[in-house]
């Protein structure tokens, strides 16, 4: 355990979540699993950009957390993990982080970077401009 918090969940986190708002985001998701969500609501809910959101729930789908955005304009998101066991791994994300929030923000700000990463969104602030 890393900080109390279980090693399943610390490895999942560490392999697939790069911000706070992607474990704000699961919580909302995972806290209403039968809403419709378009990324506008949802970044309204979490008090950011809908272009952030995008870019959360793209990682999302590839993780198999939501269901494929359905092809209505805007697209409808739905949290629908794609096995039980990844459900289960969700909930347990989702407990810990609503029970050592601290814990889990310093796991996310204190990975290691990846160089090349730091590198690609360095240019991605430069055409997004600044936040």
Do not use: C
Not at 17 to 37: D, K, N
Not at 44 to 57: A, C, D, F, M, V
Not at 67 to 88: F, V
């Amino acid at each position: 355990m890393n900080a109390g918090i279980p090693t399943d969940v610390a490895s999942f986190v560490q392999a697939s979540f790069t911000s706070v708002e992607e474990l704000e985001l699961l919580t909302l998701l995972q806290a209403r699993p039968e809403a419709e969500w378009t990324s506008s609501a949802l970044a309204k809910e979490l008090g950011t950009t809908p272009e952030s959101i995008s870019r959360r729930l793209a990682a999302f789908a590839a993780l198999g957390i939501i269901a494929p955005p359905s092809s209505d304009d805007p697209p409808i998101i739905r949290y629908a993990p794609a096995t039980s066991l990844l459900a289960g791994l969700l909930q347990g994300v989702a407990l810990t982080y609503r029970q050592r929030r601290i814990a889990m923000v310093t796991m996310i700000y204190e990975r290691p970077h990846d160089p090349l990463r730091s590198f690609a969104d360095a240019f991605r602030l430069r055409k997004d401009g600044p936040r």
